[in-house]
């Protein structure tokens, strides 16, 4: 279809995208450049961990909730956040790290300092991938948690990444539980892929045992 002005876009938007539920429009010119309009998914998400920067918080750990109360691990990042919030929030999770047997780490390979599941944020996303290029399953992290034990490994389930993930705001309005962080919200916009018998498998795994640990 042809649009010869952004409002004529507008309009090709809400019909195809909002009312007949198509993923996105891509747009072309009589230039070189081509444009994706895509809606953004809003999910309200547990902050789990967080690593620093120059300015305070670099990127932050997000989970939703599982109906057993666990939390999967399924983004992180740090966009949206303004440098004055950057020194806020690091002040306040560092008043919550709290302890943990799992690591997970940044673009930079930085492991994430684990906190108690006690912020929740509102967060925009573009999109979800359920695999890679290949073809390949992507899996999300599940992990307890425990006042005295902190976070735990518990499995590894076929779940999703998120693209172009944005902080919006704090949600203090909500608490890290499943009633105000489920995991409904992204399963709703995008089936995970079923694999339970890997989830089973891992779960009757015996208990790890460290035979040498040395920190550098």
């Known amino acids: ?40 998914h809003t999910i309200d998400a547990v902050a789990l961990g967080f690593t620093e920067g120059e300015k305070g918080i670099r990127d932050i750990l997000f989970g939703v909730t599982e109906k057993d109360g666990k939390y999967r691990i399924f983004a992180h990042g740090g966009n949206g956040l303004t440098n004055e919030q950057r020194q806020i929030y690091l002040e306040k999770f560092n008043e919550i790290k709290c302890n943990t047997t799992f690591y997970y780490t940044d673009s930079r390979n930085v492991v994430f300092q684990m906190i108690e599941p006690k912020y929740v944020f509102e967060i925009g996303v573009i ?47 909500k608490n890290p539980i499943y009633e105000d962080t489920r995991i409904e919200q992204i399963s709703n916009i995008v089936p995970f892929i079923e ?15 460290i035979v040498y640990k040395s920190v550098y």
């Open 127 to 173: 999109d979800f991938l359920t695999a890679d290029c290949f073809q390949k399953t992507k899996y999300n992290t599940i992990l307890d948690y425990s006042k005295k034990k902190g976070f735990t490994f518990s499995k590894r389930m076929p779940g999703i990444s998120a693209c172009s993930l944005q902080i919006l705001y704090l949600r203090e309005d």
């Open 1 to 40: 279809e042809i649009a010869k002005t952004s409002s004529e876009v507008e309009v090709i938007y809400k019909r195809w995208v909002e009312q007949e539920n198509a993923e996105g429009l891509v747009i072309r010119t009589d230039t070189h450049f081509m444009w994706k309009i895509k809606p953004q």
């Open 195 to 209: 694999d339970d018998f890997i989830a089973k498998k891992i779960e009757k795994l015996p208990p790890s045992e």
